[in-house]
């Protein structure tokens, strides 16, 4: 069942949070739909410019197509991630997405009011919900590098005049989550002061975290005994730091680098393993069995497991 993504971040608000997977081929697709599938979660599903140069927006709505089919129980939006100016156009165009996100985060403040007000108007004339961003993410994901020096937390008083000035429906936040594998140094962790600040400014606003996954140890270390070199302080977002961003209105959790150590701690442990295979089907069919117990397992933990019956028998009264 496909449903715009804020009557999804309505019905969180305050209870749970929803996994927002970033995905770019057909066995992540799967193992997701899978993954919600045996959990009985909604999730959002991702394509970042980066996906859609790989696979082609057409390839990606007609794989999503199919999932639909395939798994008509499972409730789920669609979602732009991370869109310029350009892409969010040509997505709204498209009537392919649930909603897009404009990130013009990197901007001045004003300019980014005024690219995201613009992007709000033609998204808001096709019924199309807006993500926008204030504050600066540091780390590495698809074509994004940020610095440690450029990055900054969001501004609470910015962020009432930012959604008062631009009409956005949810606003992904900096409060110091990261985008890649190497997303906190030390002791350092979320920003929960500054998190309920701007909740307090924002009553009933959807918020979303970016860079989110958890990063497990153990996919690192499986990683690395199989012949990979990922740095042993590779760390992520833990659960219970999710949960308990929760009841500051966070109802979206973006999740990619997750799916990417697992694809490349199946691949290498295969090759590894059976050097003499060569069918590419035998770790796709891996992967995508292991990335189904991972969004089953992270549902759980993000409390939107068991979610979905309640929000199909909502959306069909």
């Not at 959990?39 to 927006?57: C, E, H, K, M």
């Not at 008509?72 to 997505?91: I, K, Q, S, W």
């Not at 004339?125 to 590495?140: D, F, Q, T, W, Y």
Request: hydrophobic letters at 40%.
């Amino acid at each position: 069942m496909r449903i715009k993504t804020i009557e999804l971040l309505k019905a969180a608000y305050g209870e749970y949070a929803i996994g927002a997977y970033n995905v770019c081929n057909m066995e992540q697709i799967l193992g997701l739909f899978r993954g919600a599938r045996e959990a009985d979660a909604p999730i959002i599903v991702q394509f970042s410019l980066a996906a859609r140069r790989y696979a082609t927006p057409e390839m990606l709505e007609m794989m999503i197509q199919a999932a639909r089919r395939l798994y008509p129980e499972v409730v789920f939006a669609v979602h732009l991630d991370h869109g310029d100016e350009e892409n969010c156009y040509d997505a709204i165009a498209s009537g392919y997405y649930d909603s897009v996100m404009i990130d013009a985060s990197h901007l001045p403040f004003a300019e980014n009011v005024a690219v995201t007000r613009r992007v709000v108007e033609k998204a808001h004339e096709r019924g199309i919900p807006v993500e926008a961003e204030l504050g600066v993410l540091k780390g590495v994901e698809d074509d994004m590098e940020v610095s440690e020096e450029e990055a900054l937390l969001t501004d609470p008083d910015q962020a009432r005049a930012f959604v008062d000035q631009t009409g956005c429906d949810s606003l992904a936040v900096a409060i110091g989550t990261s985008h890649g594998a190497y997303k906190f140094k030390g002791s350092q962790r979320l920003h929960f002061d500054r998190l309920q600040a701007i909740s307090e400014r924002l009553p009933g606003l959807p918020l979303v975290l970016h860079g989110s996954s958890s990063v497990p140890a153990e996919e690192v270390m499986r990683i690395n005994a199989a012949g990979g070199q990922i740095d042993a302080s590779a760390s992520g977002v833990r659960e219970e730091e999710i949960r308990q961003a929760v009841q500051y209105g966070v109802t979206k959790v973006n999740i990619g680098t997750d799916g990417r150590l697992i694809w490349t701690r199946v691949h290498r442990e295969f090759f590894r393993d059976r050097p003499s295979q060569f069918d590419f089907a035998i770790p796709g069919k891996e992967y995508m069995d292991a990335y189904a117990q991972f969004v089953a397992q992270k549902s759980r933990k993000l409390g939107c497991a068991g979610r979905g019956a309640r929000l199909r028998e909502t959306l069909k009264s």
